[in-house]
């Protein structure tokens, strides 16, 4: 058995060492006591908490911002009683093996478009999940109650498999990290796209698992709310959402663009040969996705999206659009740039975000740790 496990370790230490230095790519997919009720806790034993997750994939994209972090702006600004809990996932970011230096710059990038963006430290707790061990213990521990079956019929992994003999474990288990980061923080509450539901009730089962295997009430059941914020398409195939992972540049608009990139990739955006400019999403999926864009940075509704591009042709609209978003990202780039200056305080809220974090996280910790029998550390 020693030898065994001897050979098992060689094999994962050549795998890693490939990996790294030889940068293969894998598939990426890529946000207390008590005797048992056989329930979870209610939401009324505390007060409400919000978690939201990012990859660090360095900048984020226009979609990015009109999905999710606009949101995460206001859900700070509205909920002042509430705990929230901001953060940059880099553990994820791991199950695609990248550069070290690339991997530094993609968290250091998404930090500052966070707080560019206006995430407020005051407001909400701000941090990098690999800078609170918790994520991973918990992980582990949460991996021992999940069901191989569970993880094998997960869509993404399905999706990111397909075709290949093997995928990496990192890729097949994540989901159970996933699980872990919300229910550390006895977040009741997950603000999510409608393709990440599947991963949002994975979550629901293992903390219930959990509950009802150790006969304790630790984990709490989040609640899964819905975005309201449209979902941004690519400029070049507006059946598709906007990603990074199109292999064309101009498929995106990056919040860093300038506003002569700006207009470049809006005036090749894909469209139509159709006149007038009206929404039809299923008909017109290049122009409804422009009016989209435009409504939703201008704060206004698609009625008055098309009002405001009558009487313009195809390139005079491309113009309207173009402008809109560079007003929208111009003064989260000054933003940006300041921050870059201002390293200290950086540093500061990450230190801080981290802190207010590991004080909750090592508490549910050591709660499903006296709930399993495992030993105090001494």
């Known amino acids: 058995v020693y030898l065994n496990t001897i050979w098992m370790m060689s094999l994962l230490v050549r795998s890693l060492n490939r990996a790294v230095v030889g940068l293969e790519r894998v598939p990426s997919y890529f946000l207390g006591g008590g005797k048992r009720s056989g329930r979870a806790l209610s939401h009324s034993q505390q007060g409400d908490v919000v978690l939201s997750g990012i990859q660090c994939s360095g900048v984020p994209t226009l979609g990015n911002y009109i999905g999710a972090l606009k949101q995460w702006v206001e859900v700070q600004n509205e909920h002042e009683d509430t705990k929230i809990f901001y953060c940059a996932v880099d553990h994820h970011t791991l199950t695609v093996p990248r550069p070290p230096e690339e991997l530094r710059r993609n968290v250091h990038d998404t930090i500052l478009s966070l707080l560019a963006c206006g995430v407020d430290p005051s407001s909400s707790s701000l941090f990098i999940q690999s800078h609170v061990h918790e994520h991973t213990e918990l992980a582990w521990i949460l991996s021992c109650v999940t069901q191989f079956s569970d993880l094998r019929f997960m869509t993404q992994w399905k999706t990111k498999s397909k075709g290949k003999s093997l995928g990496s474990l990192g890729l097949f288990s994540y989901p159970v990290l996933m699980a872990a980061d919300i229910l550390l923080y006895k977040t009741t509450i997950v603000p999510v796209g409608d393709d990440q539901i599947q991963h949002l009730e994975l979550t629901k089962t293992i903390a219930r698992a959990f509950n009802r295997t150790f006969e304790r009430d630790?984990?709490?059941?989040?609640?899964?709310?819905?975005?309201?914020?449209?979902?941004?398409?690519?400029?070049?195939?507006?059946?598709?959402?906007?990603?990074k992972s199109d292999k064309s540049e101009l498929s995106r608009i990056l919040l860093t663009d300038s506003k002569?990139?700006?207009?470049?990739?809006?005036?090749?955006?894909?469209?139509?040969?159709?006149?007038?400019?009206?929404?039809?999403?299923?008909?017109?999926?290049?122009?409804?996705?422009?009016?989209?864009?435009?409504?939703?940075?201008?704060?206004?509704?698609?009625?008055?999206?098309?009002?405001?591009?009558?009487g313009l042709n195809k390139e005079g609209f491309k113009d309207m659009v173009a402008q809109a978003i560079f007003d929208e990202l111009s003064p989260i780039q000054d933003r940006m740039n300041a921050l870059q200056k201002d390293t200290m305080y950086v540093d500061h809220v990450l230190r801080s975000g981290a802190q207010a974090a590991r004080n909750v996280a090592k508490q549910t910790v050591a709660e499903a740790k006296d709930a399993m029998g495992v030993t105090h550390s001494l």
Do not use: W
């Open 260 to 310: 002569d990139d700006i207009a470049k990739k809006i005036r090749k955006a894909k469209t139509d040969t159709i006149g007038d400019i009206y929404f039809h999403k299923e008909e017109r999926p290049g122009v409804s996705n422009l009016l989209q864009i435009y409504a939703t940075l201008c704060n206004t509704s698609i009625a008055n999206a098309e009002v405001a591009a009558q």
């Open 218 to 243: 630790v984990f709490i059941i989040p609640e899964v709310r819905l975005g309201s914020s449209p979902r941004i398409m690519s400029l070049r195939d507006p059946t598709s959402k906007m990603s």
